[in-house]
T-cell receptor, first 110, second 116 residues
Framework: GQQVMQIPQYQHVQEGEDFTTYCNSSTTLSNIQWYKQRPGGHPVFLIQLVKSGEVKKQKRLTFQFGEAKKNSSLHITATQTTDVGTYFCAGVYNFNKFYFGSGTKLNVKP | GAVVSQHPSWVICKSGTSVKIECRSLDFQATTMFWYRQFPKQSLMLMATSNEGSKATYEQGVEKDKFLINHASLTLSTLTVTSAHPEDSSFYIC????????????FGPGTRLTVT
């Protein structure tokens, strides 16, 4: 069945360093979404990518969707302590089936 | 922004009893609601998808007779865990979307269920 793999599981960085998390699907996605879950909180929608090769930016966050629509990445430039949390990708198949990646827990040391 | 509430936020029940969890969209009409289960330090596992007025679609391995989902209105969906057992203890999170299909989901704060 469909499965979305996400790496790394954990990432510890010094404030100011960059951070990247990757998601891969064995089959083609219709679109992909990214969410952030702060410690003790619930997931909050960040962005959705639909087009092949799409790149979107939100301030220090850059989201990419692969040409084959099977992989995606989230890159944070110059991390801040407010970036702490778990970042999940949600691969979507046929525009109606969601599969969340296992998440990448980001810890930022001040 | 869109707000989704869940009630209760936590519940402790005895083995064999049933527990109902409510999920409400407070400021928008939720065409589709999703129910997830999240184990400690793990990802969200989709349990079922429900559209208002129709039967929920359950994911493989999720017992529909055990996890009863009702989506009677555009602002309310309920999940009832029937005959709960300790292994049902988990964090249950609902989310809602204002349209059908793969649009952004707004998550509720979750319900911590502990079955003793």
């Amino acid at each position: 069945g469909q499965q979305v793999m996400q790496i790394p599981q954990y990432q510890h960085v010094q404030e100011g360093e960059d951070f990247t998390t990757y998601c891969n699907s064995s089959t083609t996605l219709s679109n992909i979404q990214w969410y952030k879950q702060r410690p003790g909180g619930h997931p909050v929608f960040l962005i959705q990518l639909v087009k092949s090769g799409e790149v979107k930016k939100q301030k220090r966050l850059t989201f990419q969707f692969g040409e084959a629509k099977k992989n995606s990445s989230l890159h944070i430039t110059a991390t801040q302590t407010t970036d702490v949390g778990t970042y999940f990708c949600a691969g979507v198949y046929n525009f109606n089936k969601f599969y969340f990646g296992s998440g990448t827990k980001l810890n930022v040391k001040p | 922004g869109a707000v989704v509430s869940q009630h209760p936020s936590w519940v402790i029940c005895k083995s064999g009893t049933s527990v109902k969890i409510e999920c409400r969209s407070l400021d928008f009409q939720a065409t589709t609601m999703f129910w997830y289960r999240q184990f400690p330090k793990q990802s969200l596992m989709l349990m079922a998808t429900s559209n208002e007025g129709s039967k929920a679609t359950y994911e493989q391995g999720v017992e529909k007779d055990k996890f009863l989902i009702n989506h009677a209105s555009l602002t309310l969906s309920t999940l009832t865990v029937t005959s709960a057992h300790p292994e049902d203890s988990s964090f249950y999170i609902c989310s809602a979307s204002g349209t059908s299909g793969a649009y952004e989901q707004y998550f509720g704060p979750g319900t911590r269920l502990t079955v003793t």
